[in-house]
């Protein structure tokens, strides 16, 4: 789920599996979200349900920190299927790239997907290529700006 670039994936309107009956799933699950008064429980709990109910195979949330141009890790799929928490992890992403998201939704997208792209496991040491599939980024905005982004793949 590491390394997505904007220049590299091929824009599509939905990912594999995907239809619009997941969007509708999404504003069902905001409501059981407001609960919530930590950030962390909050992150855990998002990539709970995106695996439980929208059917996700491996989902990651990446927190953006603009002073620093990197993505924070939070909490993601583990590749026993497991939530496993990601906070130690990092990794660049440049303000072009955020741009790129920011875009999408004023254009009527709401990810970028991208296909036959080597699928990830970050490890504390290194990352694990565990193969080749689908992979998409889906840009998390408040006030125009990129805050996160949910990172989706088939790596499982």
Known sequence: MLGWRAVNPTASPRPPGQDWSSIAQVLAISDELGVYTELDDLLRRVVELARDRLKLERVSIYLRDDKKGVMRG??????????????????????EDCDALRQLVPQGRFW???????????????????????????????AGKVVAVMYTDSAL
């Open 74 to 95: 939070s909490f993601g799929t583990g590749p026993s299927g497991a939530t496993v928490d990601e906070r130690w992890h990092e990794h660049y992403v440049s303000r």
């Open 112 to 142: 970028y997907y991208a296909d036959d792209v080597e699928l990830q496991l970050p490890r504390p040491r290194r990352t694990l290529i565990v193969g080749r599939g689908w992979n998409t980024a889906t840009p998390l905005l408040a």
